[in-house]
Nanobody, 119 residues
Framework: QVQFVESGGGLVQPGGSLRLSCAASGSIFSVYFSVYDMGWYRQAPGKQRELVAA???????NYADSVKGRFTISRDNAKNRVYLQMNGLKPEDTAVYYC?????????WGQGTQVTVSS
């Protein structure tokens, strides 16, 4: 079984930055973490969860149009971690952010980390 623990969220003013971190654990998953494609997802109030950034096992990245040029996803396979650097934050980025494999396994969602962008 895999567990994802997200951290790094908070309250930030428009234009600010945050760096989210996701720690992945699980006896088998941890061994094979590097071969998994990973993603950062977010869910805003009243909206469906959406994929905002993805990174393949080989390090290729892809972004939702709404965050392209502002967010950067990265991974550290030695630490079983995935990161999301978020710059130029906007109020519409307010959401709970989650990490999961890509495509996601429904049973593996963690608690997420709240990001609130407000003045």
């Amino acid at each position: 079984q895999v567990q994802f623990v997200e951290s790094g969220g908070g309250l930030v003013q428009p234009g600010g930055s945050l760096r989210l971190s996701c720690a992945a654990s699980g006896s088998i998953f941890s061994v094979y973490f590097s071969v998994y494609d990973m993603g950062w997802y977010r869910q805003a109030p009243g909206k469906q969860r959406e994929l905002v950034a993805a990174i393949t096992s080989g390090g290729s990245t892809n972004y939702a149009d709404s965050v392209k040029g502002r967010f950067t996803i990265s991974r550290d396979n030695a630490k079983n971690r995935v990161y999301l650097q978020m710059n130029g934050l906007k109020p519409e980025d307010t959401a709970v952010y989650y990490c999961n494999v890509n495509p996601p396994n429904a049973r593996d969602w963690g608690q997420g980390t709240q990001v609130t962008v407000s003045s």
